[in-house]
């Protein structure tokens, strides 16, 4: 049977793991982690994710746990109008998914198929010579036919695959949280979702729903995402909180209610990195197989265009069909090349609209400022239809 071994237990991981096995792989998934789990947090899944999971047989469970974002433009903190909302005729909103949501549905899809083992880091690559692949543990060595690193931003196996590429800060921080619908300010359900931009700020929110009524998800509340330039911040959540609510005072609604809703438990802060350059190659044949590399581990980029995931669940798409029929030998070097081929130009693109964004969205300075303001109602509706249409543009590849 022919053997593939995912590193990690992300969502790159477990798309690529459930896929894999669907289509008669022999799947080994390691996780460093005690647990499978995710954080609290939410995720908006734009059209080519959606099409992504459908492709991967996942469409059924998303479904029930995916709410609908408003088309809902973009303003300034005095309230004034950057951005007036402006759907394009047939244009597909994308959704907001619970990622604890996103993860069970992951997990449900890796059906009794896929070993699971937690807890077991892996250390490198063992270097081959006409051999399979095979990744190192603590605990010896496990051979594949298939290696798939998604193992994310501070992959261990990428510095051995592609050596030139390092991970750097993007010059800002994030903080994200789910406010449980409970403790959710009571606001007219168009005032909740949209996009407040400043200087060097951005605070993006959109509505789960009501507890219990966004599908089959018990995880309502609202997802809001603040961003600001800067490293992260090393007080305590407590006081982070305390900062946001300074940094975003008198912000038009509903910035200011989510803040006051959000305890510090609700939110996880991040540091927004960038891999830079992105590796030449996702796909490297070893012996009768290879090793590709997923997700974050093969091209981390901020997450201004909330593109991340739609990018992972492309990789497991794409990687599932070009390997469903293919045997160990040069039917699947063959298959991981062209992975790599496909792959890699779809990051570049992508990378390249998200580093023109993160340059408006993170101009600061008066006279940055107000070009920014002056443009951004040409620039940002063109840069956001381009980004649209690229990503309606993805199909998985034909079986
Ligand atoms: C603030 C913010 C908001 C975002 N919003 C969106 C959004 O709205 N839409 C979107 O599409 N994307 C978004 N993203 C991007 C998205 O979160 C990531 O692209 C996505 O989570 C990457 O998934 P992954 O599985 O590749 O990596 P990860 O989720 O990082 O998973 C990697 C897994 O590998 C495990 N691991 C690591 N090293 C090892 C090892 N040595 N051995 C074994 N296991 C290991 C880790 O424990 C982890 O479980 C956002 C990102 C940020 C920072």
Known sequence: MRTA???????????AAGG??????????????????????ALVLW????????????????????????????????????????????????????????????IAGLGEQVEIRTGVSVRGLRPVSGDRPAVTTGRGAIEADLVVAADGTQSVLRPVLAPGS???????????????????????????????????????SASLGERGSAGGSSRGGI????????????????????????????WPSPVGELLAATEPGD???????????????YGFPAGPGGVVLLGDAA?????????????????????????????????????????????????????????RVAAVLQARGRLALRARNATLGTISPRLMGRVAATAAQWNPPPP
Do not use: K
């Open 5 to 15: 071994v995912v590193v990690g237990a992300g969502i790159g991981g477990l798309a």
């Open 223 to 250: 997802y809001w995402v603040a961003t600001a330039v800067g490293a992260s911040r090393p007080e305590s959540p407590a006081t982070q909180l305390t900062l946001l609510r300074r940094w975003f005072a008198g």
């Open 47 to 106: 059209p080519n994710g959606l099409r992504a999971l459908r492709a991967l047989g996942l469409g059924e469970g998303l479904d029930a746990i995916a709410t609908a974002v408003a088309h809902t433009g973009v303003r300034r903190p005095d309230g004034q109008w950057l951005v007036q909302p402006r759907p394009q005729p047939g244009e597909r909103a994308p959704v907001v998914v619970h990622r604890e949501d996103l993860h069970d549905a992951l």
């Open 20 to 41: 894999l096995a669907r289509t008669g792989w022999q799947v080994t998934l390691l996780e460093r982690e005690d647990r499978v789990r995710s954080d609290g947090t």
């Open 166 to 204: 390092t991970v750097i800060s993007s010059g800002c921080a994030a903080w994200r949280a789910v406010v449980p619908w409970y403790r959710a300010p009571q606001l007219p359900p168009e005032q909740i979702s949209g996009e407040v931009l400043g200087a060097g700020y951005r605070f993006v």
């Open 267 to 281: 939110v996880v802060q991040q540091e927004v990195r960038d891999l830079r350059p992105l590796p030449r190659a």
């Open 299 to 355: 091209h981390t980029m901020p997450h201004h265009l909330g593109q991340g995931a739609c990018l992972a669940f492309e990789d497991a798409a794409t990687l599932c069909a070009l390997v469903r029929d293919a045997v160990p030998g040069p039917q699947l070097t063959a298959a991981i090349e062209t992975y790599s081929r496909l792959r890699r130009p779809r990051a570049v693109a992508m990378a390249r609209q998200t580093r």
